[in-house]
């Protein structure tokens, strides 16, 4: 106060002491949205912070070297052991575990003595069965370590023996928390650890393609990573290894829970947008009250200056108490949820007080208010004295090009200030142009209701007729309440489309199991073995190898720019197969060239078209891969546009013919019989054949389901948050017209009208603000959904059966009763007493 004049002060405290309900309305809609960007980056800054503390304990060492297909070789371990002061090794492999009737997959992890170079692996037991275990105990069967789920779903205890990839497994322990756990956290089979010593010597050739080899490695004090790995590759230029850092563990974690506090971040923000449309309008309402006021303070000599600077003090008051509420109950709620996200992360979260992320929220919701702030107050403190002596609405003049600047200036910041990157922001500002043009919208439908109020009856048109006078006034509400309804219907169409998509992917097109790693010699023995279980199944088989894209038409993978959505490709090995006395080229055609050229005796390549275009690739470019650890290239005669959503068996790279001749590889196979022959399939196969992984399209379908179920829902909750976060500015924008309606609601008493009539004329209004709030936000919802489900997931899209609209008649509902009780504590209110006090 202190920066305030004395004349400031004065009229500073006599507006506090008058009408402040809109203010307290706009500061809890802004405390909600505080809060919710305060929790999101305090949660984001926490996992940063906690990631970084134990990404060595999760990637497993210093640096991870994987190979994929092959082991390590003498050499390879004898450097590695030379130029490492410890070093763990590990394989890794997908597999069937078998209980009598039951099945399931598993992450089967075979480990050595110096396992786990970083953290503690965590059992039930106190001390480690598997370090005083013999090799193999007296019924032939190996120790395991296992994890709780394993348990629960094929129905074991602690003592019980199950078969996997060929041998019989006890469970002595129960494995409470694994230290470095699969990259892929949600998408991971339950962990079954054995020790390597013993197991490799018994351990069948197991998954082929989905086996890897792993050297973790602890540095020695004086070596730098960078250096370190520049060392590796100069001693092994050949090996087609992959090398990771620590700080580069679980990179599929880090861009999930980036994307996710993107996202949220968004929320908050359409929240905060919300919470500005609620100030900006609880600051008209309470200006248009004051223009009497304003009118007098300017007739006594009062200038425009002190009218801003009194009246932005009244309403950032309000915004300053709402913003620091929200930011301190956003931080203190960081620690309720730490334990839940300790528990769903492979992240020990330990929550401090997230004073950065807190003054960040602070700052934005700040710059939020007084972006919409700004202009009802420039506005207001033009307005002329002489209206004192004449109507008491504002007739002020257009703005000046200088609070054009202002206005400009401050939604510059405010964008800037956004803690999100570039593209998060161009999305904010699409909210709010979506918000305008819902804007927009309410006010020209809400002036098209008065010709339409011209051909209803009494009290119907009455109803009418106040939308169409005091369109300006419920825009606010409107806006918000429509941008929560369309972000709630465009989650809840888009999650009808993936689970529609999926289940008729399943039901028509996908095969019911895939087989990894099918030796060539066991190809017709595998085909007999599941026709005689599935008479009608159907088995396609492919071969298949792994390789690592090194080149491009002369330019290395690693200098190649590849958007997001498809830089996995040169990002490590792929799958590679050929064709063999036929051109099958999975659900894919041909777009541009020859499959393949008689008149070209090199080794031909077929790429995916797609990943072409985006990698600047041409016809007549070599392709130079990295396979097994040689060096081998072709010619690209042709690209394919591939069905991906098929699910059948699908490559980026394909070649005319094996490549070297001699290098060993496996067959690929999908298998197309009945659901209800999966089990006996896949037991069958799984005693016969243990180094052949099945793979069920339909458990890994439900994995997805799950996760999409999962995200849908963390989704619909924050579509929810932002309906709720509007509601008060609902309410704001119905308290604004509280005045104008008990006015006409007196003069239609004192004219004779009923109480059902003017219970039907409130009906009315409320009616149609709904309609008037809904259409767009149907409008905006299902667009918003079809863009998202087209242009960014490529699929199909449909209008779901009745979600939409049954969100359409929630809020119908939920605004009606809003209006209804508006109605209600209108009609309580005497006439005479209202006269009375104007």
């Not at 069967?141 to 003592?159: I, M, S």
């Amino acid at each position: 106060m202190a920066i305030l004049t004395s004349a400031e002060r004065f009229i500073f405290r006599c507006e506090l002491r008058g009408e402040k309900r809109l203010f307290v309305l706009a500061a809890l809609t802004t405390a909600l949205a505080a809060a919710a960007l305060a929790l999101v980056l305090a949660i984001s800054d926490t996992f940063e912070k906690s990631f970084n503390a134990s990404s060595k304990t999760l990637l497993g060492g210093d640096m991870s070297v994987r190979l994929s297909q092959r082991a390590f070789n003498a050499d390879e371990l004898r450097w590695l052991n030379d130029n490492s002061a410890n070093m763990s090794q590990m394989r890794v492999a997908s597999a069937l575990a078998i209980a009598g009737d039951k099945t399931q997959m598993v992450r089967i992890k075979t480990v050595d003595d110096a396992y786990p170079l970083y953290g503690d692996l965590v059992l039930q037991e106190d001390n480690n069965p598997l370090l005083s275990a013999d090799y193999i105990d007296a019924e032939g069967a190996f120790p395991a370590l296992v994890a709780q789920e394993l348990l629960k779903l094929l129905h074991l205890r602690h003592g019980d023996i199950f078969e996997a990839v060929g041998l019989t497994l006890r469970i002595v322990g129960i494995v409470e928390q694994e230290p470095d756990p699969d990259s892929r956290v949600w998408m991971a089979s339950p962990l079954v650890l054995l020790k390597a010593r013993g197991v490799d010597e018994t351990l069948s050739d197991t998954a082929g393609l989905l086996e890897n080899h792993f050297a973790r490695v602890k540095l020695k004090a004086s070596d730098d990573e960078t250096a370190w790995e520049a060392r590796l590759t100069e001693a092994f230029p050949e090996a087609g290894w992959r090398v990771r850092r620590a700080e580069e563990a679980m990179p599929s974690l880090r861009r999930f829970v980036a994307r996710m506090r993107d996202f949220l971040s968004l929320m908050s923000l359409a929240a905060m947008l919300i919470a500005g449309i609620g100030v900006g309008g609880a600051a008209s309402a309470f200006l248009r009250a004051r223009t009497r006021a304003i009118a007098v303070i300017k007739m006594l000599g009062g200038s425009a200056a002190l009218v801003r600077w009194v009246y932005l003090g009244v309403v950032f008051l309000f915004v300053i108490s709402g913003a620091l509420a929200g930011t301190l109950i956003g931080g203190g709620l960081l620690f309720a949820a730490s334990p839940y996200l300790s528990a769903s992360l492979p992240v020990a979260f330990t929550p401090e007080w997230p004073w950065s992320a807190m003054a960040r929220a602070f700052f934005v919701a700040l710059m939020m208010g007084a972006a919409f702030v700004a202009a009802p107050v420039l506005r207001f403190s033009r307005v002329n004295p002489l209206s004192l002596f004449g109507a008491t609405e504002d007739n002020s003049p257009p703005p000046p090009k200088r609070d054009w600047l202002t206005i400009g200036t401050i939604w510059t910041i405010t964008i800037l200030a956004i803690p999100l990157g570039w593209r998060e922001k161009i999305a904010a500002a699409g909210i709010l142009a979506a918000a305008a043009i819902i804007y927009g919208l309410s006010v020209a439908i809400a002036g098209a209701s008065e010709p339409l109020a011209r051909r209803c009856p009494p009290p119907f048109s009455w109803g009418l007729l106040a939308i169409a006078r005091n369109r300006r006034q419920t825009a606010a509400g409107i806006v918000s309440f429509s941008i929560g309804m369309a972000l709630l219907i465009g989650i809840l169409n888009i999650e009808s489309n993936f689970a529609a998509r999926i289940d008729d992917t399943l039901r028509r097109e996908a095969p019911t199991l895939y087989f990894i790693g099918i030796r060539e010699e066991q190809e017709q023995a595998l085909r007999e073995a599941i026709t005689d279980i599935s008479p009608t199944a159907r088995l396609r088989t492919i071969p298949f190898l792994r390789g690592r894209i090194v080149s491009i038409g002369g330019r290395a993978a690693d200098t190649i720019e590849a958007p997001d959505n498809l830089r996995w490709i040169l990002r490590g090995d792929r799958g590679l197969t050929w064709t063999i006395g036929g051109d099958y080229i999975g659900a894919s055609q041909v777009s541009a060239g020859k499959l393949w050229n008689e008149n070209i005796d090199a080794p031909q390549i077929s790429f995916d078209a797609e990943a072409g275009e985006a990698f600047g690739m041409e016809l007549g470019d070599t392709l130079e891969l990295n396979i097994l650890g040689r060096r081998w290239s072709g010619i690209v005669t042709s690209f394919r546009d591939i069905d991906w959503q098929s699910f059948d068996i699908n490559f980026v790279i394909m070649m005319n013919q094996r490549p070297f001749g001699n290098a060993p590889y496996s067959l690929m196979g999908a298998a197309f019989l009945p659901p209800a022959d999966e089990t006996l399939v896949k037991l069958a196969l799984a005693k016969q054949f243990p180094n052949v992984t099945p793979l069920s399209t339909g458990t890994a379908f439900e994995l997805i389901k799950r996760l999409l179920r999962s995200i849908s829902f963390l989704l619909q909750l924050s579509a929810l948050f932002l309906l709720v976060s509007g509601i008060p500015v609902v309410v704001a924008a119905l308290m604004d017209g509280q005045r104008r309606r008990a006015d006409e609601a007196t003069t239609l008493r004192l004219l004779g009208a009923s109480t059902k009539t003017l219970a039907l004329k409130g009906f009315t209004e409320f009616a149609a603000m709904a309609g008037v709030a809904l259409l767009p936000a149907l409008i905006f919802g299902l667009l918003a959904s079809k863009l998202i489900v087209e242009f960014i997931f490529e699929l199909k899209w449909q209008l779901s059966g009745g979600n939409p609209f049954i969100v359409v008649a929630a809020g119908i509902i939920l605004f009606l009763i809003a209006g209804c009780l508006s109605v209600i504590h209108r009609m309580k209110q005497s006439p005479l007493a209202l006269m009375r006090n104007d």
